[in-house]
């Protein structure tokens, strides 16, 4: 498990919105398309029946004969004078017998139809026909030419597809447009939250240039972190408070206990007992009050570029003693030269904190390491121990206030709890990262910090 304070900066990505919307807006111009055919077509056809109807009311004469020899007759008259040119005519005897016809067509039932039809150019053409049954059982057959159908299938094909290109089109631009406007408000809120998370809780979204439901909600995220911001403040001093007014008279009774100890020679171990208590006591207050101002950003900083090899070699020369009076080992890998802007005192307090919870926190014959390493824009301390580590799920845990490390640590009673708290709040400080890995077995703590430039 990794315990982080930086996070990485990824810039906002659109996704597949856009190809998604742009598949919503082509399949919408296909449908849309195919609706407007089916009305074109319907239409068309309705005219065509309109004037098959009133094409038969010609033939078919109300108070006249209208037996199909009556019917083949006018069929003939007409087709004489020449006004029969645009549609077939087909007359049937009651026999089934050709009377009349101009088409070669096949059966038709009652009413209208479409068809294909063969004129006198014996090629075949497609059609709309009214068929009627007349009242000697013969059967009157009219066609009116039309291609519409067919021309209007090829039309719409090549339209459709068309609608759908240039649907596809506007609707990937639209969604391209609209989510990269979108993507860009929200990279505000990202940025904001990315600043809070590394502690800086004094940033604010920008409302410059938002607006309707983007800036409502960027009020109300900049209202919330007044409300953090202002919880934290207070809990921060009162801790603040609490331990600088509980510090000082501890520090009188420590002075007190030191001068009955040399009063007293006889009852000195007691009293230097009570007065190692009262330092144990003062130092927690000291790591509160450091760990606050840290987190509050009100520590004066000394920041400077900062030769991590040499500040390890440094604290190394301390630590080493305490370790090896723990009965452990502190092994230094060779160290190649990085520098960083940083905070000396924070950095030499940071690594003697990790060094002595090895020393508290680990069983005697431990091997300790540090080790260093630069890659690219980043410089990261590698503090490893073969002891018996930190279980997984507790090693977010650990890096809170007055939490240790549980079972597999060797003495609880030892230390304040505040030591890794600290020290995450020392490389937030830094805009860098800590991170608790498994060292199998072990734990190893990586302290990665930007390289200044």
Same mark, same amino acid.
């Given at each position: ?37 089916? +009305?074109? #077509?319907?239409? %068309?056809?309705?005219? @065509?029946? *309109? $004037?098959? &109807? ?128 979108? +993507?860009? #408000?929200?990279? %505000?809120?990202?940025? @904001?939250? *990315? $600043?809070? &998370? ?130 452990? #080992?502190?092994? %230094? ?121």
């Amino acid at each position: 498990m990794q315990v982080s304070t930086a996070l990485p900066a990824t810039p906002p990505r659109i996704g597949r919105l856009a190809v998604q919307v742009g598949l919503a807006f082509a399949l919408a111009m296909g449908v849309a398309g195919g609706i407007a055919f089916l +009305a074109a #077509r319907y239409q %068309l056809m309705q005219e @065509a029946d *309109d $004037a098959l &109807a009133h094409e038969s009311r010609k033939l078919i004469l109300k108070g006249y004969p209208n037996d199909s020899a009556t019917l083949a007759k006018r069929v003939i008259d007409r087709r004489a004078q020449k006004i029969l040119a645009s549609r077939g005519h087909i007359v049937y005897g009651p026999d089934g017998r050709l009377l009349a016809d101009g088409l070669d067509i096949p059966p038709l039932p009652d009413g209208y139809a479409e068809t294909i039809y063969r004129d006198h150019s014996r090629k075949w053409h497609q059609g709309r026909a009214l068929s009627l049954r007349l009242p000697d059982g013969g059967r009157l057959v009219i066609v009116e030419h039309s291609e519409v159908d067919a021309t209007m299938r090829e039309m719409m094909l090549i339209g459709l597809i068309a609608l759908i290109v240039v649907g596809g089109l506007a609707g990937v631009t639209a969604a391209w447009v609209l989510t990269r406007q979108i +993507a860009q #408000r929200l990279d %505000l809120s990202v940025g @904001a939250a *990315d $600043a809070i &998370a590394q502690g800086d809780l004094s940033r604010r979204i920008s409302l410059d240039g938002l607006d309707g439901i983007f800036a409502t909600q960027a009020g109300s995220l900049n209202h919330m972190l007044d409300r953090m911001e202002q919880m934290v403040r207070s809990q921060r001093q009162f801790a603040s408070h609490l331990a600088h007014d509980l510090r000082t008279p501890l520090t009188r009774l420590r002075g007190l206990l030191q001068a009955e100890a040399e009063a007293h020679a006889a009852d000195r171990p007691l009293l230097d007992k009570a007065e190692r208590e009262c330092r144990s006591i003062i130092a927690i207050f000291d790591s509160l009050l450091r760990l606050s101002e840290i987190e509050a950003g009100r520590r004066p900083t000394a920041m400077a570029p900062l030769a991590l090899d040499e500040a390890i070699l440094d604290v190394a020369e301390t630590m080493e003693p305490v370790i090896a009076d723990a009965g452990s #080992r502190l092994a %230094l890998a060779p160290l190649p030269p990085a520098t960083v802007l940083a905070d000396a005192g924070l950095v030499q307090q940071l690594l003697v904190n990790l060094l002595d919870n090895i020393a508290l926190h680990t069983p005697a014959g431990t091997q300790a390491s540090v080790a260093l390493a630069v890659e690219r824009h980043e410089a990261t301390i590698t503090i490893a121990d073969n002891g018996p580590g930190i279980l997984p799920p507790e090693r977010e845990r650990v890096v809170r206030p007055y939490e240790s490390g549980g079972a597999t640590r060797r003495d609880k009673s030892m230390g304040s709890g505040l030591g890794l708290a600290i020290a995450q709040a020392i490389m937030r400080f830094h805009n860098g990262a800590l991170e608790l890995v498994d060292n199998r077995p072990g734990l190893m703590v990586r302290l990665r910090f930007p390289v200044s430039s």
